[in-house]
């Protein structure tokens, strides 16, 4: 039976290790004899927040915004890139994960969940670097930036997509669609963009995609394409999981829960449809909202037997 990590090693080399202990092979591994990649973590940070209006009778609607940082060096020096940085020797990659995120923005002690791995060969221009990239979910009352490390300023980013073509082909045995979608972050003085190529092939039972991005400003590395891979996963995600409640303070109204679903999908929501839906996950603390000049309104929180164990 073949191991992985076996298929160079020559049968000379096989016999040798049979002769030996593997404290023995180990005291005598050389690391150097394979050439290492980098490693890094990237972090995906979005939270709701609603922009002052300029007419203050309107109300401010809820947008979803990521966390950028520009950054202070090269390479992309005064780009916008996800906070993260070099995986040390001695930590895991959630270790690295927080410490870079609290190093770079002064953000702590927040949810934090792996997302994917990348590892196109020429991703970053300085050497070979793997990133493992982690999204994460904030209550914006809890927010308080700041810049550090290589990082000369942090910012929220409003987010939206633009479908500019989309063809789908049916064939014999499954099909192909293949979109092109411009993605656009703005935090109010410097707009950002990229257009985004998917191609998604069925193929029986196989199924395939690729992500290709063009027409990049202002956007570091291939941030882009992690950036658009994030928020097609958390609009996935908030249709069957609790990772929305991460938005939310600890107790809220259900009309304030609605607003968060409903800018993370991009769809408008009936209330009583939405609140069958979430009935399960929420209970009510019994206590209401004191907002001068309006009607009080029942708050909840997320019910601890919906938590995952």
Not at 110 to 124: A, M, P
Not at 164 to 185: A, D, F, S, Y
């Amino acid at each position: 039976m073949t191991h992985a990590g076996n298929s160079d090693q020559n049968p000379l080399d096989h016999q040798n290790h049979v002769n030996i202990s593997e404290q023995q092979f180990l005291e005598t591994y050389d690391a150097s004899d394979y050439e290492r990649p980098s490693v890094t973590v990237d972090m995906l940070v979005f939270t709701i927040r609603s922009e002052t209006q300029e007419n203050y009778r309107k109300l401010a609607e809820p947008e979803l915004q990521l966390l950028l940082i520009r950054r202070g060096g090269h390479p992309y020096m005064g780009q916008w890139a996800l906070p993260g940085g070099f995986v040390s020797i001695q930590e895991s990659l959630e270790d690295a994960a927080r410490r870079e995120l609290f190093t770079e923005t002064g953000l702590d002690d927040i949810y934090l969940e792996q997302l994917y791995t990348w590892g196109d060969v020429h991703r970053d221009p300085r050497t070979r670097v793997i990133s493992c990239s982690y999204m994460a979910l904030v209550d914006s009352s809890e927010l308080q930036l700041q810049a550090g490390d290589d990082a000369s300023e942090a910012d929220w980013f409003r987010m939206e997509q633009r479908l500019l073509e989309e063809k789908r082909h049916i064939h014999e045995r499954g099909r192909v669609t293949e979109c092109r979608v411009q993605l656009i972050l703005t935090n109010g003085t410097e707009e950002l963009s990229a257009v985004i190529e998917t191609k998604e092939t069925l193929e029986g039972r196989v199924r395939s995609s690729h992500i290709t991005v063009n027409e990049v400003q202002g956007i570091a590395f291939d941030h882009a394409k992690i950036i658009y891979y994030a928020l097609e996963r958390l609009r996935a995600k908030v249709e069957y999981t609790d990772i929305a409640f991460n938005l939310m303070p600890e107790t809220f109204t259900l009309t304030a829960l609605q607003k968060v679903y409903e800018t993370i999908s991009g769809k408008k929501l009936l209330a009583a449809a939405f609140r069958r839906k979430i009935a399960d996950w929420v209970i009510e603390t019994g206590e209401y909202t004191g907002n001068a000049g309006h009607r009080p309104s029942r708050l909840y929180r997320l019910n601890p037997e919906r938590l995952a164990p």
